[in-house]
């Protein structure tokens, strides 16, 4: 079975400095990846996806994330944060078909002014 | 706004008692999907369904039942409920049957047990 393990748990960082948020995956084939935001008092909402191809993939909110399937992983970046960033996020990996979303535990972003 | 709506947002209840969590998935969705989310266990999934029929089976308690229903709606009975079955619980839909899409998710009904 897939997992996700998501190593930090709480961020913090300066509005405008960059940002890299860390995700590793343990599935057998390629992977479906996935990043996830969640604003307090909100559900969750898609930042970006990786099924095949490029493997450096643009999302919204000025994200992105690159896949290395060397190194299992699926790292979120952003080069500058600003304050609005400050949310839960969650990488998740699906394996398919016949299979669901595991959701990593999730890494909270604190944003300094 | 993703489209999914979930009633009720916040949910009171005492121990033992039973309640029912209500899923609006977005306009032609057939698949919907339902999370737990709490402190110490994060993110688990309960339940897949697609189309009215159960579609895959996580860690859902035998407590805790659903069903979608033709209209496509679905709704998580949760009862005997225990002090650990307050959490935020989430309804997400996706458009097809496999897990591989995006799934849109809901705010969430907060449930809490006294």
């Known amino acids: 079975a897939q997992s996700v393990t998501q190593p930090d748990i709480h961020i913090t960082v300066s509005e405008g400095a960059s940002l890299e948020l860390r995700c590793n995956y343990s599935?057998?084939?390629?992977?479906?990846l996935f990043w996830y935001v969640q604003s307090p008092g909100q559900g969750l909402q898609l930042l970006l996806k990786y099924f095949s191809g490029d493997t450096l993939v643009q999302g919204i909110k000025g994200f992105e994330a690159e896949f290395k399937r060397s190194q299992s992983s699926f790292n979120l970046r952003k080069p500058s944060v600003h304050w609005s960033d400050a949310a839960e996020y969650f990488c998740a990996v699906g394996a398919g078909y016949g299979q669901n979303f595991v959701f990593g535990p999730g890494t909270r972003l604190s944003v300094l002014p | 706004d993703s489209g999914v709506t979930q009633t009720p947002k916040h949910l009171i209840t005492a121990t033992g008692q039973r309640v029912t969590l209500r899923c609006s998935p977005r306009s032609g969705d057939l698949s919907v999907y339902w999370y737990q989310q709490s402190l110490d266990q994060g993110l688990q999934f309960l339940i897949q369904y697609y189309n009215g029929e159960e579609r895959a089976k996580g860690n859902i308690l035998e407590r805790f039942s659903a069903q979608q229903f033709p209209d496509l709606h679905s709704e998580l009975n949760l009862s005997s409920l225990e002090l650990g079955d307050s959490a935020l619980y989430f309804c997400?839909?996706?458009?097809?049957?496999?897990?591989?899409?995006?799934?849109?998710f809901g705010e969430g009904s907060r449930l809490t047990v006294l």
């Open positions: 997400a839909s996706s458009t097809g049957r496999e897990s591989s899409g995006e799934l849109f």
């Open positions: 599935y057998g084939a390629t992977p479906y």
